[in-house]
């Protein structure tokens, strides 16, 4: 079972940054595919970024793509979400989640975070 924790959410500016961090208590984080995915109010939960388990591939919405990076520090079961130039529709309520699969659905995934909030403010 992997626990998952989020940090770093927050209220900004359009244009500002904020950086996600997600800690895992698994001790073999390594091994897990890590995503990002964000769920606005009255939307489906949507996937955001993602990246393997050597962190050599990563993967993004064209939403957030050119803005936001996603990397991990495996010696500190950590993911993280680096969003710059933060736009009001960024406004979501973020979630990191692991698999050993390979997708980018929400389906795809075994193991969530309980979610941050961020909202962007115009």
């Known amino acids: 079972q992997v626990q998952l924790v989020e940090s770093g959410g927050g209220l900004v500016q359009a244009g500002g940054s904020l950086r996600l961090s997600c800690a895992a208590s698994?001790?073999?984080?390594?091994?897990?595919?890590m995503g990002w995915f964000r769920q606005a109010p009255g939307k489906e939960r949507e996937f955001v970024a993602a990246i393997s388990w050597s962190g050599s591939n990563t993967y993004y919405a064209d939403s957030v793509k050119g803005r936001f990076t996603i990397s991990r520090d495996n010696a500190k079961n950590t993911v993280y979400l680096q969003m710059n130039s933060l736009k009001p529709e960024d406004t979501a309520v973020y979630y990191c989640a692991a698999t050993r699969r390979s997708g980018i659905e929400p389906g795809d995934y075994d193991y969530w975070g309980q979610g941050t909030q961020i909202t962007v403010s115009s």
């Open positions: 698994e001790r073999t984080f390594s091994r897990y595919r």
